[in-house]
């Protein structure tokens, strides 16, 4: 008998979008112990704008899988990449851009926001990113609390990002999960949702757990965990329970009888034990990471990508060795001690070891401007000694994101067949200088920094100062 | 590239404290005058003393014995017309943080120079981002009034030059709202009520009795901004709290302000003009992050500048740690149609200017002599520091974070951990 999975039923999942595309169908169908309860009831209901064929000739192209072709072209059809090269022929009906002096890249992916879960602006009533009630929360899941009219994502948008992880905050040890999104206006998260995107759990080391539940609410101890001792308690604690929990359910799948009772909190615990939800990690200490590198050995699972790892560079080559990304900003150090010791050479020293590099934001203002902080991080690279190509930083930006959440056969470079997911800059992008000039997402224009009518505008801006404006 | 007849490295390791300071020449390929020699080109800067002797073309002399130094740029040493280095070590560890005290019953009284100090590790990574000067705030939390700001170098030495009382911080809209008690008119009445009780100083204290809103000590150290001595610095963001400021500061002909913040500073940018109230500001603010900044904009500089009010950038995003990347931000202000030459005026004349710190941000005979050397266009991403000099003296460029970089520059412990490599 074919044991129960989550693979199982996230593939049952799309092929229940796929069947819903032809209209409104109420599902009635009784559900088996192949498929015992439904593993995506939030589906996503994203589908390409219209994306005419567009060639964009003698750009700087860089695929963002290392190579640059100088004085190249890109040709978007359907929505997919078709061709990229010296010469491409334009077929008939496309729109052809002399894209000279400018420069093409693969969309920018950030892996770490929390547009739409923490939005402008910043009020009380619109705070929905972390649901501090308790250290293990990963019942929650980050898509319940984003508002999609979050003017962020615009902003982001003119900065070339064409998708994005928003996560949970990282108060607890066990946020919740993520979710991935295509950087497109919406009414709803789901019309945002990447398709067949797999889920991600939000997990987090150091100062802020303990900080919240062990020295929250003025009383000390506040509550567990209190210390990082009760960090790591607290999630093998969590680990323990969640294997017990898939056993029942493996049980359940092979031989049947009686369903187990279901629990949210252990179902995405068991999905991280099962390979099919990816554990996203904020992280800053490389003695941390360390130890949670040898935890996820005692529950058989894997970190993808550890998150902020401001002492990556202390760890480099275990990093490598275990193959997890280190999601990290340029610059950003100080403001709180296991922040302390971060360096600007940290991403450059990562790369130079040959582990996954990330650039994310974690900020609204950040992500507006991630090729600058890769460039800052380049540039503090080449100061120390270490030369990276552009065309090779410029993974850190789209296809080492995308592989850290599970959708790089898709996007993140421009190899044909993948999503027509291009930012056309003004320029070089390594330039402080430099702006997006076109965003595209499968291959449709969804900005343009010269026409208004594609600069998107928020629910809440409108009617407001400043409505329209160039931001 | 340093191209030298000493490496920069070389001029630190001479350095002592308080040792008489060499002859320099600092020779670039663009020389950034800030004043209306422009810029020059394979332009020379000759350092004698503490002080710039010469600024000129490729044919100044070089006195004999000078160190030469030769960079791609040549500018002042920039000045952060706001930040809060130098007063926090680690912002969430509060017994390294003197930036606010909200159990002291004082305000404008605090003065935050008592809480600098030079060793802080963000002293010195600020002034590996070429900024040699940088105006500090305390940050409110008794009331609207944070206390009294100063302006330092970034020597990063005990003996180092300050200017305490420089300004007076204080905050106004959604912020002084929520000081004062709640309101926006809370936040007047406190205002108005404060510099009454200022000027009633030292009289209505002096018979025991009590100020309306100021205790004896802070009354006494609002007087100098009360008679217009000293500087007012307001943090306000909307177009609304901004024309409020504006009313006050028609009605008070003699206080003297500036704004700090300002996202919405554009929509009354010709008041602020006329009225002469400069304006610092973080440009990379565009979003609605607040119900008082829904119209910002990054070209809030562009068309403040255009309209001819003084405005500094600053990074507000942090402006403890990374107060240096005031260039980023600038670099982004011209992306977004601010004139080069105003972006670097924004980070050097005007905030001189602003804190009548005379002979500061220009290159010019007699001029101090902070100077710092680039290896590229000072606003662009990718630039870094050649050569930093604060009075005329050659700075080292090392930090904390430049050690922990050569330590583990290699990770290789075949031999040793890692403890025992230091650079």
Redesign the interface.
Known sequence: MKPWNWAALAAAALLTVASACGGPKPDKKAFTKDEPFPANPYPSTYVAFPNPPVLITHATILDGEGARIEDGSLLLQDGKVVAIGKDVEAPEGATVIDAAGRWVTPGIIDNHSHLGVYPSPGVSALQDGNEISGPVTSEVWAEHGVWPQDPGFGRARAGGVTSLQILPGSANLFGGRGVTVKNVPSRTVQGMKFPGAPYTLKMACGENPKRVYGYGNGAIPGGSPFSRMGNMAGYRAAWIKAAAYKKKWDKYAAEGGEAPARDLQLDTLAGVLSGEILVHMHCYRADEMAQIMDMSKEFGYKVTAFHHAVESYKIADKLAAYGACSSMWADWWGFKMEAYDGIPENIALVQKAGACVIVHSDSEMGIQRLNQEAAKAWADGRKAGIDIPEEVAWEWLSLNPAKSLGIDSKTGSLRPGKMGDVVLWSGNPFSVYTKADQVYVDGALMYDRNDPAYRAVSDFELGQPGEGDMK | MIRKLIASAAIAACLTAGALAETYAVKGKNVWTGTSAGTLTDGVVIIRDGRIVTVGGPDTPVPEGASVVSSEWVTPGLISAFSRTGII?????DTTNDSSAALSPFSVALNAADGFNPDD??VHVTRLGGVTRIAVAPVPSTNLFAGQGFVADTSGRQEGDIHENAFVYMSMGEGGAGLAGGSRPAAWAQLRAAIDDARAYPGRYAVGGTGDVLTRLDAKALVPAAKGKELILVSASS?TDLNALMDFAESEPALKFAVVGGD?AW?VADRLARLKIPVILDS?S??????E???????NAARLAKAGVPIAIVNL??E???AR?MT?VA??A???GLDWDEAMKSLTVTPAKIYGLSGYGVLAPGAHADVVAWDGDP??????VDAVFIEGEAQPLTSR??E??DR??S?DESQRP?AYTRP
Do not use: C, I, K, W
């Open positions: 070590e680690v912002d969430a560890e590790t963000a177009a919405e929509r990379f565009n979003l609605p992050a607040s119900f900044q829904l119209a910002a904009t990054q070209e995003d942090d403890t740690h990374l990347l980023q670099g982004n011209v992306a977004n606003l662009e991403v990718t630039t870094n974070q430049t922990l970089r583990y520059m990770l890692r």
